[in-house]
Every structure is written in structure tokens, then in C-alpha cells.
Nanobody, 124 residues
């Protein structure tokens, strides 16, 4: 599967933004889709994931503010980000894999396909 992420831009603190990640391939429905981010000067970190079952997972830092969803009809996963904070500034990557087990959903090593990243900058 190939992934194309988009939607990142400069926003103000408190704003909302929606990222999209379009996937190629005919087996999108069987993939676990995830968002990771890499803040400036820091390691890549898990943000959110949605399994093929529809189960969703969130990092504590975004819980209640971000919502992940998928539209299998158009092979796209979304990340709706509300109440953005300056610490949300990062390059956001989408990732996918068909063999992710629930206990490793938040590990970047579980994902074999990655998009190119889209930059989100939140100014204070």
C-alpha cells in the first residue's frame, strides 16, 4: 500500500485542522491505519490508530482533542485535530499495516508502510 498524507499547515493555538491520508490498493479495509508525529528535535511518537474492526486508539496527549476516522469507500483515513496547542507542532505521518496486533498498535515498528509526512505548525 502507498500512502499520501496532506492537510498540514500553520494554524493558531485553539484552531482545528483535519489531516487526510489516502491509501492505494484494494485491501484498505484490512489495514490498521495510524498517525504518528515527530516534533522538532524529538523522536517520532504515536498519535492515534484505527484498526480494521473500527477500534480506535489515542495517545494520552491528544485524547479528547483528536479524532481518527476512516472512510473505506475512498481508502482514506482522517485525523481531526481540535483545540490545537503549540506542542502539537510536528511532522505528522500516516502509517499502515495488515498485521498489527492490538498490543502493539502504538509501536512504529508495527507498521510497514509510511506516508511522506505533512507539517503542522501551531503558533501561540
Amino acid at each position: 500500500v502507498q500512502l499520501q498524507a496532506c492537510g498540514g499547515r500553520l494554524v493558531q493555538a485553539g484552531d482545528s485542522l483535519r489531516l487526510s491520508c489516502a491509501a492505494s490498493g484494494r485491501t484498505f479495509t484490512s489495514y490498521t491505519m495510524a498517525w504518528f508525529r515527530q516534533p522538532p528535535g524529538k523522536e517520532r511518537e504515536f498519535v492515534s490508530a484505527v484498526r480494521w474492526t473500527g477500534s480506535t486508539y489515542y495517545a494520552d496527549s491528544v485524547k479528547g482533542r483528536f479524532t481518527i476516522s476512516r472512510d473505506n469507500a475512498v481508502n482514506t483515513v482522517y485525523l481531526q485535530m481540535n483545540s490545537l496547542k503549540p506542542e502539537d507542532t510536528a511532522i505528522y505521518y500516516c502509517a499502515a499495516d495488515r498485521r498489527v496486533i492490538a498490543s502493539t498498535t502504538s509501536s512504529s515498528r508495527s507498521y510497514g508502510a509510511w506516508g511522506q509526512g505533512t507539517l503542522v505548525t501551531v503558533s501561540s
